[in-house]
């Protein structure tokens, strides 16, 4: 009988050890209710403005942001519709920066 309550002791020991690091530690990564409001706003401003560019389509352009950094992928009809999708996301208020991978591909 002593033993069985020395297990279940020992058991009980762990687990809430194991709680109370686990509750301390925190995640590091996360992040804000409104970091994640602040994104999604650029990133709706950001879309808007980069699909108003000529020569840009939102079937071959990809958009991501995070921590107010816009990230572009795709495709652009030609040189100039990719530079200028840049200028456009980089004016919206709100973007720190600007990465972006577009290649270009004539119509």
Do not use: F, W
């Given at each position: 009988?002593?033993?069985?309550?020395?297990?279940t002791y020992r058991t009980l020991i762990v687990t809430?050890?194991?709680?109370?690091?686990?509750?301390?530690?925190?995640?590091?990564?996360?992040?804000?209710?409104?970091?994640?409001?602040?994104?999604?706003?650029?990133?709706?401003?950001?879309?808007?403005?980069?699909?108003?560019?000529?020569?840009?389509?939102?079937?071959?352009?990809?958009?991501?942001?995070?921590?107010?950094?816009?990230?572009?992928?795709?495709?652009?009809?030609?040189?100039?519709?990719?530079?200028n999708a840049v200028q456009a996301a980089r004016q919206?208020?709100?973007?720190?920066?600007?990465?972006?991978?577009?290649?270009?591909?004539?119509?």
């Amino acid at each position: 009988m002593k033993i069985a309550n020395l297990r279940t002791y020992r058991t009980l020991i762990v687990t809430a050890a194991a709680l109370a690091v686990s509750a301390c530690a925190g995640n590091p990564t996360q992040r804000a209710n409104a970091e994640y409001s602040d994104d999604t706003s650029i990133n709706a401003k950001v879309q808007a403005a980069v699909l108003g560019v000529p020569g840009i389509h939102a079937d071959t352009i990809q958009l991501t942001t995070q921590d107010a950094v816009v990230t572009l992928r795709g495709t652009a009809a030609n040189t100039l519709a990719a530079r200028n999708a840049v200028q456009a996301a980089r004016q919206v208020d709100g973007v720190k920066t600007v990465d972006y991978d577009i290649k270009v591909t004539p119509e």
